[in-house]
């Protein structure tokens, strides 16, 4: 299983709303990450978690928050976001840290539209 | 981190081959040169990861120089199929592995 799981793939929120995205991957790869990624722009990397710790936060505002329940999971929960925040949300894992791979696989995204 | 400058945009023809330059000239020893394709609205996609001299996979090489400052990912005969937006990166792997994107090269491939 080569594949990391991304859901929901669409997602309209309200300023106001409380969301959560989810990702899943089962190749047990021990850092996964979060990006940002808007129309015609390259992905913007927001969060890496290394052995279920925050390692890497890119001065990302708090109305997001990531969470790592366990090696396969992670969460990014989503709270007062602005329309400015809607775009492509890409999660992707690889090995940490192991001096040679930066070979890092991506989900196909949830693509967000806050209203 | 070792910043990439790449080309914009580039155009082809089916059949052809294409060469995507990447630029990395404070690319650190312990760095390795890594190109990731994107189609819309999908995540990136793994190509090749390359040290140094060349790499060949079933999809493409990566030739880097002695002075490893520059690489060229070559697309040997692309197809329609093959208009995406290639990235170049560098990097360890090391510090939890902070992979940073540069603009990418918008490729278009006519018929």
């Known amino acids: 299983d080569t594949e990391v799981t991304q859901t929901p793939k669409h997602l309209v929120m309200g300023m106001t709303n409380k969301k959560s995205l989810k990702c899943e991957q089962h190749?047990?790869?021990?850092?996964m990450y979060w990006y940002k990624q808007k129309a015609k722009k390259p992905p913007e990397l927001m969060f890496v978690y290394s052995y279920e710790k925050l390692s890497i936060n890119e001065s990302v505002p708090s109305r997001f928050s990531p969470e790592c329940p366990n090696s396969s999971l992670l969460n990014l929960h989503l709270h007062a976001l602005q329309p400015e925040d809607s775009a492509l949300y890409l999660c992707?894992?690889?090995?940490?840290?192991?001096?040679?791979?930066?070979?890092?696989?991506f989900g196909q995204g949830t693509r967000l539209t806050v209203v | 981190l070792a910043k990439t400058t790449q080309p914009i945009s580039m155009d082809s023809y089916e059949g052809q081959e294409v060469n995507i330059t990447c630029s990395h000239n404070n690319i650190a020893t312990n760095d390795y040169i890594t190109w990731y394709q994107q189609f819309p609205s999908q995540g990136p996609r793994f190509i090749i990861q390359g040290y140094k001299t060349k790499v060949t996979n079933e999809v493409a090489s990566l030739f880097i120089p002695a002075d490893r400052k520059s690489s060229t990912l070559s697309l040997p005969r692309v197809s329609l199929s093959d208009t995406a937006v290639y990235y170049c990166l560098v990097g360890d792997g090391t510090g939890g592995f902070k992979t940073i994107f540069g603009a990418g090269t918008r490729l278009f491939v006519k018929a």
């Open positions: 992707a894992s690889s090995q940490p840290a192991s001096g040679r791979s930066t070979e890092a696989f």
């Open positions: 190749m047990g790869h021990r850092a």
